[in-house]
């Protein structure tokens, strides 16, 4: 057959137009027909267009088209025969094809062409299965013959369109048609005509049509019929059978008319003649196909398991087969449905709607299903339901047939079961190759060609792709290993001795290593074939057997010359064994025997004995180690501390033994405990010097608040400059004097790892502006200019210890000041990489000698002797600041240029804050002056006289009318007495402390249960903050008071109180 262009191929089927049409009845019984026929699950009449394949029918398949690339039936086309996939799964055109991995799960296949009389293939007629298909001669002979049927459908749909097109333009033309006379003499034909007998006009006018187109096979009483319309003039329709001029028969359908004059007589005839050859001979083949189907269908009922049902599942028909299978009698099956008979419970609900919803949208189903007969026993059937139709496409019934595959299903479980074993020993050789680095090997002994596995050329770090030759494979090994392998393998092949070899062989990247060589011949007949065998590194083991030997020498090294000796024992038999180190460590004379185990025990202290006995027969039991400190008695008389520590170990030969060592461990022991001594008198000395501190803090700070205080409330009064002067000589040398007890607190904290930083957002502007606030009175006294420059790349608002970093500002800028006599001191903030700030303080003082550099941050250092005579100070504030910034996780440095000045610079981590953080904030506002504090009851207790003159005074000063008390016994009963707005209380008093006064006072349940209350001590320890804290403490101020803060605290938590006045904001205090 000439080949059709593509192009052409697709005119034609689009020119049929058969694509997208709808459901045809002819079409649709051809492919449930197919699944009858062959056994498969699905069918369909597929047409292949440009990039589709379109389902003119289909049977199961769930989508009406699919792409052309995806198309079995794009390969099908493109044979003349039966094209047949067995299993999709295994064939590498369609292992990946989506309608094999996805639905619907396609694995057999079998496809026929379907192609025009002129030779262009329009698609297939296919039959397609869920699981392998291989028709057999029978099945492949009927689905060519369907085949053929979809071919004569398709051509009868092209014929009735050409006729359609053909009357169009002239009633009848496409068929032959033959005027007569009255006589039925021919007096004119039409071109059909002319085709159709191979005859024409001229060689016909004026015969009788039946002299000359008759043949045997023409029907007499068709004949006969037309004869008799001929002689009466009627009409009439017959069948006949002519022969053509050529001699070939066909078959026409005849429609004779007659031609009537005006007077209605009879003059002629108008003969219109269909040829139905085609028909006739599809309607042959159909009968046959029916046939041979009504065949297939009793050789099925004779050899299956068969039944049929109503369209509402109730049986109605069951053969023989069916009732052995099932155990029940045909009565007791025929109204009744599958389901309630035979039902295993063994199927989902979803797998049974599945069936019915194929099988009553009349397409063929065919599933496995597990059933159970009568006496209760389960069995498998390979089950096809085929819907029935009637002539007006209804269901009328369904035919089930069934193949008892309940051995197949034993077999298949046992062969997956067989086939998971393999697998998974497979699976654990493989492992165990891989992870033991264990490479296989062969060679072909007729080529003298190597194979090796992948392990095998990566001990040989060579390429995966690398293939070696007998040469190449010796040559790898060292030079000195090439003799005994070649003699080994030739060895081998003659005698059939293996070989087991640990040889050095030098790799691909030139690096030696350890292999071990095991090979064999294998024999056919009587002779060799090949060599076989493994291959792998144990170099690894080698290095390791050889740093056990390096071990083994070093111990017995280290043994002899630490005095540690050996020992084994076995409770069971009694059997004991000490080495030379453990006779020398227990004393033992080298010509005495070893001591018996009882000696042995009974040499060690009693009051240890029972517990060293006990601790090895647990170990024994238990198959652990013991490990046991006691004293010994050695035959000098003397005890030593012994140390032994032994393990249980399993013996190959014998019952299993504790092997161990002893140590003297006299000298550690005594060492423990000088040093345990020691460690008691440090921790007594460091509790000493927490303890001196904390009293020293409080012994100082309580006199220095009634000095500070007072040079406060002197301050609000009205005093000459001479006055001021004074007052303010005695505030800055009292604020030194604690600032210097601040500077020994803050060591004593970062010396015991106690210091507390705090992460939380504060403003850089105000902090900024408070230090020079702080420092620029002194600034202006010495006539020096203080510079502040705050970069606007630094954050505004950042997260960090507010207080520290104020602390370290106030330290270093102090001291820029201080030691400063002309000039000025600057202050540089500016953003640095990432969250960092850089601080820079510059001044133009006397600077610092390069020597003097390396220690300044030292504690009690300063720069030389004539510094602390002329400028005073400790020595700690920058060791303070160095330590803090450390602490922080920043660094400080110092630049100077001696006669120049110093710059001091540190970098601190101060990330920007975000809206979280900026919520935790706390609100910050002015003092207020000027507050009308009129009514106010303010309860100040106090043992210390100064403390309350200094408290009234300030307080009397703002308005508040004040009572006190010298203890917690005396607040109690003013209070249970009087009405207070609030109590400044203080923590360390006789008779009764304040701490325990608190807790009564909000234990007590009274009106003034939860009046503010305001600690006040001169302990700035942790320690005191969070007993005012758990002791429920409204805030708490350390001595010497700031007074200021004081006035805000009160403000603040008595401006709800009766006479208070407009003002009190918040305000930090403690």
């Not at 090796?452 to 390429?463: A, F, P």
């Amino acid at each position: 057959m000439p080949e059709i262009c593509e192009e052409d191929r697709l005119a034609a089927l689009h020119a049929l137009g058969l694509l997208d049409t709808g459901v045809e009845a002819g079409y649709e019984a051809i492919t449930d027909l197919v699944t009858a026929v062959t056994g498969a699950r699905m069918a369909a009449v597929s047409l292949v267009d440009r990039d589709r394949q379109w389902f003119k029918s289909a049977v199961n398949l769930p989508a009406r088209e699919t792409p052309r690339s995806w198309a079995f039936c794009h390969h099908a086309i493109q044979q003349d025969d039966v094209y047949e996939v067995h299993d999709a799964r295994t064939n590498p055109l369609f292992a990946d094809n989506p309608l094999v991995t996805g639905e619907p799960h396609i694995r057999g296949y079998a496809g026929v062409p379907i192609s025009l009389p002129t030779g262009e293939k329009l698609g297939t007629l296919c039959a397609i299965h869920d699981a392998p298909l291989a028709l057999d001669e029978s099945a492949r002979n009927r689905l060519i013959s369907l085949a053929r049927m979809i071919e004569e459908l398709i051509r009868e749909r092209t014929d009735a369109r050409e006729h359609e097109r053909l009357a169009l333009v002239a009633r009848h033309t496409h068929n032959s048609v033959v005027i007569t006379d009255r006589d039925g003499e021919i007096d004119w034909v039409n071109p059909a005509f002319e085709r159709l007998s191979g005859y024409e006009l001229a060689e016909v006018r004026g015969r009788l049509p039946g002299t000359f187109l008759l043949c045997p096979n023409s029907d007499p009483g068709a004949i006969k019929t037309l004869a008799e319309a001929v002689r009466d003039g009627t009409e009439c329709q017959v069948e006949l059978v002519n022969r053509a001029k050529t001699g070939a028969e066909y078959t026409i359908l005849i429609e004779l008319t007659p031609i009537r004059d005006e007077g209605g007589h009879c003059t002629g005839f108008m003969s219109v003649q269909t040829d139905i050859t085609a028909q006739i001979e599809t309607r042959e083949r159909l009968s046959r196909a029916l046939r041979e189907t009504q065949s297939l269908m009793d050789v099925i009922r004779q050899h299956t398991v068969f039944s049929v049902t109503d369209p509402a599942g109730v049986v109605t028909d069951v053969n023989d087969a069916f009732c052995r299978q099932s155990g029940y009698s045909k009565e007791e099956i025929l109204g009744k449905t599958h389901q309630s008979l035979l039902s295993s419970g063994m199927h989902s609900d979803a797998f049974w709607a599945e069936m019915r919803s194929t099988i009553k949208a009349g397409r063929p189903w065919r599933g496995e299903i597990c059933n159970r007969n009568k006496s209760g026993e389960l069995f498998w059937v390979d089950s096809i339901v085929a819907p029935q139709m009637n002539a007006d496409g209804e269901i009328e019934r369904y035919i089930f047939i069934r193949f008892d595959i309940t051995n197949r299903k034993h077999v298949e479980a046992g062969l997956a079961a067989s086939q998971r074993q393999l697998e998974a020993s497979l699976e654990r050789l493989s492992a165990v190759t891989e992870l033991g680095g264990i490479g296989s090997w062969e060679v072909d002994l007729d080529t003298m060609t190597p194979i090796w596995d992948d392990i095998t050329r990566k001990i040989h770090e060579v390429d995966t792709d690398y293939v070696p030759n007998m040469d190449t494979a010796i040559d790898f090994y060292a030079p000195e290993s090439r003799g005994p392998i070649s003699e080994a393998v030739a060895h081998c092949i003659e005698t059939g001795e293996p070989w087991d070899l640990e040889l050095p062989l030098i790799t691909a990247k030139n690096r030696r290593v350890w292999v071990r060589a095991v090979g064999r011949r294998v024999l056919r007949d009587g002779k060799p074939i090949r060599l076989v065998g493994s291959f792998q590194d144990v170099s690894e083991r080698r290095e390791r057997e050889e740093e056990v030997r390096l071990i083994s020498t070093r111990l017995e090294v280290a043994l002899e010359s630490s005095g540690i000796g050996v020992w084994d024992v076995c409770p069971p038999t009694g059997e004991y064994h000490w080495d030379d180190g453990s006779r020398r460590l227990f004393g033992i004379a080298d010509d005495s025997p070893n001591p018996a185990p009882d000696d042995w025990v009974n040499g060690i202290h009693p009051d240890d004995r029972e517990g060293v006995s006990a601790a090895l027969a647990n170990a024994y039991a238990s198959k652990t180690h013991v490990r046991r400190e006691y004293r010994y008695r050695r035959s000098d008389g003397g005890y030593r501390h012994i140390r032994s520590f032994g393990v249980y170990r399993e013996r190959l030969d014998a019952p299993p033994i504790i092997t161990g060592v002893h140590m003297d461990v006299t000298a550690d022991i005594e060492q423990a405990a000088a040093l345990e001594l020691a460690r008691e008198r440090a921790e007594s000395a460091s509790h000493a010097k927490s303890q001196f501190l904390a009293n020293m803090s409080h012994e100082i700070r309580t006199p220095l608040n009634g000095v500070l205080g007072m040079t406060q409330v002197l301050h609000m009064t009205e005093l000459t400059e001479q006055q001021s002067r004074h007052v303010e000589t005695i505030r800055s040398s009292g604020q030194a004097l604690a600032d210097l007890i601040d500077d020994i607190l803050d060591i004593s904290k970062i010396e015991s790892g106690m210091i507390e930083l705090e992460q939380r957002a504060f403003e850089m502007p105000e902090l900024v502006a408070m230090v020079s606030d702080i420092t620029r009175l002194r600034a202006q006294e010495k006539q020096l200019a203080l510079d502040t420059s705050l970069a606007p790349d630094v954050a505004k608002v950042v997260v960090g210890d507010e207080k520290r970093l104020r602390q370290i500002l106030i330290n270093i800028v102090g001291n820029a000041v201080k030691f400063t006599d002309s000039g000025r001191v600057s202050i540089d903030i500016r953003a640095g990489d990432g969250d960092l700030v850089q601080f820079r303080i510059s001044d133009t003082g006397p600077g610092i000698e390069p020597g003097h550099l390396a220690s300044i941050f030292d504690r009690f250092a300063q720069a030389d002797n004539s510094i602390t005579r002329q400028y005073g100070g400790t020595g700690l504030g920058l060791a303070i600041c160095h330590e803090l910034v450390t602490l922080m996780g920043g660094e400080i440095g110092v630049e100077s240029v001696p006669g120049e000045g110093s710059t001091f610079w540190f970098n601190l981590p101060l990330p920007a804050a975000d809206d979280q953080d900026l919520s935790k904030t706390p609100v910050m506002t002015s003092r207020q002056t000027g507050d009308d504090n009129t009514g106010r009851r303010i309860l100040v207790v106090d043992d210390v006289q100064a403390n309350l003159m200094v408290l009234t005074a300030l307080l009397q000063s703002n308005q508040y009318e004040i009572m006190t008390a010298g203890n917690g016994r005396e607040a109690l009963d003013l209070l249970d007495a009087n009405r207070f707005d609030a109590v400044l209380m203080d923590i360390q008093m006789p008779v009764m402390a304040g701490d325990e006064a608190i807790r009564r006072i909000r234990a007590s349940g009274t009106s003034h249960a939860d009046i503010p209350i305001f600690a006040l001590t001169a302990d700035a320890t942790r320690a005191t903050r969070e007993l005012c804290a758990r002791i429920g403490a409204t805030g708490y101020f350390t001595k010497p008071l700031n007074l200021p803060d004081v006035l805000d605290a009160l403000r603040r938590e008595t401006a709800d109180a009766p006479g208070a006045g407009t003002g009190g904001g918040q305000s930090r205090y403690g």
